[in-house]
């Protein structure tokens, strides 16, 4: 709808101000009837939208923080990051009106897994907040809680308008064919690719050292008082949580893994796990809080060592299955189905899919670049040689072996070879068409105000009202 993303504003601007409609205009210094006092307007408010108000130092921090975390800002106006942030205010104004309400508990497990990344990604929680600029944790994470709450509310209610949108196949045809034949779109390179997985096996007895490493601490904890805290930063292997003690807040709505939270909401305050384990290896958890739906864990991981036997065996048993397939004994796709140790690919010819459509094609352009320089130098008919990769959140590493299925080139695009893209594109332009409809309506029905600084914006929306 406009250059700026929704991405974008995550996790940028770290100062939200809410305020009441009423509670705005005085602040603006709007014609009171019932006093003949003069109002002194207040400077640094650039618009209010419903219960919202939005600074210029919003603008200004908003925009420094697109900066420093790397985004493009060279199309970007200050009118026109502006009018992102009111279209965000007013998703999340009327959704509150509709009650189309998030739990504390939601925003706060969305913000303790963004404290996670950007910990783990900045180098510690200390540099996190000094890069921030924040005092301490509980202000950061408020101040995180509040934007989080408003894109979640905005994200809300933009699902609900267009939850039940859909193209049928004659309104698909109708917007391809409607598109000028030298305007239609190009569609960039694609690959299908697929793969076979072996995953290293880890001997019994190095889960047994694990496990009795883990029954030791707990012990320790139980019977002699020690500190989990202490425990999981010595011998914690979780990237994103040793320095912090193996601390993570959660819900049950928190993206962890199935097992995780099972054990975690299974314990009571006070008490230490046994051993379990995940796909990341093995775990103890300590639950510390429990406040109603919320709870404060501390965990410690460790990873049980695999030999470089293990690793060898992997790759022989890839190297075998490659020369296989290579000598027409079976094919990739019979090999994946019968070999292979990746069961999300496995049942499908060791096909990949692209996490952002579920298509069987990646363009090249818009490719991770793990996968792009995994298989960039792979020709057609060729099979890799065993391919490691490891894990980032640091469970076990991989070995595959990767085969370009097909291959297409750019081409301007076909109804019929490019169906599901034109739907896509189709969809998109419909659900375009009622955002902007709902933005209209909406805009004439809530209390809006631009400061007069602000008026002369060339906004997408019709913010300032006559």
Known sequence: MNKISKGFLAILALTVISARAQEADEALGVADTTTTTNKVKLDGIAAVIGDYVILESDIDKTLIDLKTQGASTEDITRCGLLGKLMEDRLYAHQAVQDSLLVSDEMVNAKSDLQIQQLAQQIGSVEKMLKYYKKPDMESFRSELFEINKLRMLSEKMQGKIIEDIEVTPEEVRQFFFNIPEDERPVF??????????????????????????????????????????????????????????????????????????????????????????????????????????????????????????????????????????????????????????????????????????????????KMDPTLYNQVRNIKDGEISRPIREDDPRGGAPKFKIMKITNRYDEHKADFAKDYLKIQELALREKQFKAIKEWMAEHIEDTYIHVNADNRNCDFANNWVKE
């Open 188 to 365: 960039g390179a694609e690959l299908e690719i697929a793969q076979i997985v072996k995953q290293p096996k880890v001997p019994e007895e190095e889960k047994q050292k694990v496990i009795n490493l883990l029954k030791g601490i707990k012990q320790d904890v139980d019977e002699n008082g020690a500190s989990f805290n202490v425990k999981a930063i010595v011998y914690s292997q979780d990237p994103g949580s040793q320095s912090r003690g193996g601390l993570y807040t959660m819900t049950k709505e928190t993206q962890f893994v199935k097992e995780f939270k099972d054990v975690a909401f299974s314990l009571q305050e006070g008490e230490v796990s046994e051993p379990f384990e995940t796909t990341f290896g093995f775990h103890i958890i300590y639950v510390e809080k429990v406040r109603g739906q919320e709870r404060d864990v501390r965990h410690i991981l460790r990873i049980p060592e695999i030999p470089q036997s293990s690793i060898d065996e992997a790759v022989r048993e890839l190297d075998s299955i490659r020369q296989h397939v290579m000598d027409g004994k079976y094919t990739f796709a019979e090999a994946a189905l019968n070999f292979s140790d990746e069961k999300e690919t496995k049942y499908d010819g060791g096909l990949l899919r692209n996490p952002i459509n579920f298509d069987s094609k990646f363009e090249l352009t």
